[in-house]
């Protein structure tokens, strides 16, 4: 199941679902970093990210080397203030594409891929726990405000 990184909601649903079909079919949910298995599916002969679309201007991303093997994050910036100028994947490469030198797909994580990777036990395998970037924008309530009259 891949873990993120990814929005509180979408990661909240998605693990759940899957840790409660774990539970109740008695079998083991594990995770995997998602940028982690668009890379697996990239054939490249140097170094290149990864990078998804974070919302509000800003991406995922990852760094791999040309085995595919991750040397860097994954974290969450601004395409512009990524320093990279290799081939880069994924929906977030895409879509700031003038931030990237070249830009490449697949887009998304497929699930054949990740069920292969973790077939033949190549996936870094992770705890089925969100793997989260950013703080989530919920907070506690404050102390109630004072009405007075008008």
Request: hydrophobic share 45%.
């Amino acid at each position: 199941m891949g873990v993120g990184p990814g929005p509180f909601t979408g990661l909240r649903v998605g693990l759940v679902t899957a840790r409660s079909l774990g539970d109740a079919l008695v079998i083991p949910v594990a995770g995997v970093c998602t940028l982690d298995v668009i890379a697996a599916e990239v054939v490249c002969t140097e170094p290149f990210l990864v990078a998804t679309d974070a919302r509000r201007k800003e991406i995922y991303w990852a760094r791999y080397d040309e085995s595919g093997k991750r040397i860097d994050g994954p974290q969450v910036d601004r395409p512009a203030d990524v320093d990279w100028r290799g081939p880069a994947f994924g929906a977030g490469a895409l879509l700031y594409r003038d931030s990237f030198s070249t830009v490449h797909q697949p887009q998304f994580p497929s699930a054949a891929v990740l069920a292969s990777m973790v077939a033949a036990g190549t996936a870094n395998v992770l705890p089925p726990d969100p793997l989260y970037l950013r703080r989530p924008d919920a907070v506690e309530p404050g102390a109630r405000k004072a009405v007075t009259p008008v």
